[in-house]
């Protein structure tokens, strides 16, 4: 999971880009990045840390011209630690492209053998977005057959890479000379939107917030499979290039990944977690009555509507147990298992009237690894709870992810292979409730139905790409490993759990 922004303007794009990526933090604190083009030249600055800290007024007056891109970067394949992963990714035939990708392709390895053996490119990091960029160039080289460049070419690459490529991905790219490129997996699983400014400016982002948040009314969705082309000056096209493409955003993205004022594929994330919290009710009902809960609590931040729902569902008090310290990085997207579980007591403190001899329900979003669960069930009771029951928005997370989640080894899950009441017990909880998959697609899915399905495979274990087998989730997970081991302190994050059972 990445944030990724595009602009096309009649004026610089520096300070703008800056701010939009400021509003796409949420989606990775790692690594940030900048390109612009003025003329036909590109001008970057990347480097890893937060946006506020990689980009000083010399940077920002070092990235001149009207187009560009930028980038939030949370590794899930690579090195995280490598700066020379970071985006935007350039390579310099054919025209000159510059890219920036959210996603994980699921076939990378075996396109890094075709990009060396048949295409004859060459690639120099363990990142798949070089990858996907050097088969972007390859196919826009292939296209145009040394002519100059049409919007009709580009759209004949892109549809060659959908062929070529599986996975997840959102891609927007600048080519030198020509325009802004645009494009969505065929199943729409990573998130990707476009807008314009009241000045004709356009802008494609992950998330609508990015628009909004600069001043630019959101337009649309762009569509699975679909690409669009900004033109120098300003002229958009589009055109499906996916031979088959349906709707299948990432349930997880209205689950934690994205900020609830956003709207991604015509749904409000406010409003899914809303109805997340609705079909909570019913599971907690019939686990634990409501005369033995005092208080409903939400683990902030992104279980708030949820916890509020569920509480005037129930008719319970709905309080604030938890206060969180807002210069602490999200937790789940920390690399190691070290750094995240002595980051959860600087994350979080307790407002101990609020537990003080109560039977307090702990509402959550999720439960991935468990180990920030145990904590803060150890938090309320430490606080003076007398019982502590804890409630997930999300069902169990039973399944690795491979389309740009970073949990993808079965070892680190807390519900794989374990009943809910082995998980319950490993927590300390008192009881331990979990979203029911069905409903929560139907709480989701209701608000758009024009929304064919949701990539839920965390949850059902469906990889919707149809090309991931069991082999298929060790070799993704051991190239992360190894990408871990050498980037530092990721090599630690497996769970030393009970009975864990490692893939």
Known sequence: MCGIVGVASANPVNQLLYDALLLLQHRGQDAAGIVTQEGRKFFMHKARGMVRDVFRTRNMRALPGTMGLGQVRYPTAGNAESEEEAQPFYVNAPFGIVMVHNGNLTNAHQLRRELAETDHRHTNTESDSEVLLN??????????????????????????????????????????????????DPFGIRPLCLGRGADGTVMLASESVALEGTLHQLERDVAPGEAVFVHLDGRVEAEQCAEASQLHPCMFEYVYLARPDSVMDGISVYQARLNMGETLAKRVISTVPPSEIDAIIPVPESSRPSAMQLAQRLGIPYREGFVKNRYVGRTFIMPGQATRKKSVRQKLNTIGSEFQGRRVLLVDDSIVRGTTSKEIVQMARDAGATK????????????????????????????????????????????????????????????????????????????????????????????????????????TSRLSLPNAQHA
């Not at 100059?148 to 991905?169: E, M």
């Open 135 to 184: 088969v972007l160039a390859h196919e826009l080289a292939r296209a145009s057959r040394g002519e100059p460049l049409t919007s009709q070419d580009v759209f004949a690459a892109v549809r060659a890479v959908h062929r070529r490529i599986k996975g997840s991905y959102a891609v927007i790219a600048l080519i030198a000379g020509h325009g802004l490129l645009a494009f969505r």
């Open 388 to 491: 502590v029951y804890l409630a997930s928005a999300a069902p169990p997370v039973r399944h690795p992810n491979v389309y740009g989640i970073d949990m993808p080894t079965r070892g680190e899950l807390i519900a794989h292979g374990r009943s809910v009441e082995e998980i319950r017990q490993w927590i300390g909880a008192d009881a331990l409730i979990y979203q029911d998959i069905d409903a929560m697609k139907q709480a989701v899915g209701s608000i758009n139905p024009r929304v064919e399905g949701f990539e839920a495979s965390c949850f059902d274990g469906c990889y919707i790409t149809g090309d991931i087998s069991d082999e298929e989730v060790t070799a993704l997970n051991e190239g992360r490993n190894r990408g871990a081991s050498e980037g530092g302190d990721e090599a």
